[in-house]
């Protein structure tokens, strides 16, 4: 069965200190790994595609990493502004709908 | 370009009631998911629409339903309501095409049901 699991749950971060979040996945053909940002009471917005190992993309503060079993989200010098919580979805070549994992819900403390 | 819209954004009902929610995708796409989010179970696809045809289903009940239109606007009803179905109803349009399928949500809908 696919499967998505994100780890951690939950973390809090000091302003400006850096790390990242996991999504590991097992999926009978990958198609695409997605990153959302949600905010509390509202959707999720749409960050990053992955579509093969070893690719990368960035956005501001953001870095999406993919290999063969999983993707990293890297959050460099994080602001408060960054506090919500990331989902990490994927698409199979089995199946067009998203497999979410249950998400991080990341705090970041001026 | 307008974004997913989705009416209302919040709903109280109580159990045995029915409800309709509705979604408005980008101009253009013409895929619509709906997703059940809860607490405890994270994002749950319940099932996809296409050209007005349900493509995609999710494990849910058959109280569970939904139809899209010839303009892509979709609907989805939810029947008999439990205190189970109390949760965020989100949709989400897409183009889907040779690649893969990146969906775009909209603010969701509260259903609470007393």
């Known amino acids: 069965e696919d499967q998505v699991t994100q780890s951690p749950e939950a973390l809090r971060l000091q302003e400006g200190e850096s790390s990242s979040l996991n999504c590991s996945y097992t999926v009978s053909g990958l198609r695409g790994l997605f990153w959302y940002r949600q905010d509390p009471g509202k959707g999720p917005e749409f960050l990053f595609t992955?579509?093969?190992a070893g690719e990368e993309k960035e956005k501001e503060r953001l870095k999406a990493t993919l290999t063969k079993k999983e993707s990293f989200l890297h959050i460099t010098a994080p602001k408060p502004e960054d506090s919500a919580t990331y989902l990490c979805a994927v698409e199979t070549y089995n199946t067009d709908k998203l497999i979410f994992g249950t998400g991080t819900r990341l705090q970041v403390f001026p | 370009k307008a974004g997913v819209t989705q009416t209302p954004r919040y709903l109280i009902k109580t159990r045995g009631q029915q409800v309709t929610l509705s979604c408005s995708p980008i101009?253009?796409?013409?895929?619509v998911s709906w997703y059940q989010q809860t607490p405890g179970q994270g994002l749950q696809f319940l099932f996809e629409?296409?050209?007005?045809?349900?493509?995609n289903k999710g494990n849910f009940p058959g109280r569970f339903s939904g139809r899209q239109f010839s303009n892509s606007r979709s609907e989805m009803n939810v029947s008999t309501l439990e205190l189970g179905d109390s949760a965020l109803y989100l949709c989400?349009?897409?183009?889907?095409?040779?690649?893969?399928?990146?969906?775009?949500f909209g603010p969701g809908t509260r259903l609470t049901v007393l």
């Open positions: 992955l579509y093969s």
């Open positions: 629409y296409f050209s007005e045809t349900q493509r």
């Open positions: 989400a349009s897409s183009q889907p095409g040779q690649g893969v399928n990146e969906q775009f």
């Open positions: 101009s253009g796409h013409r895929s």
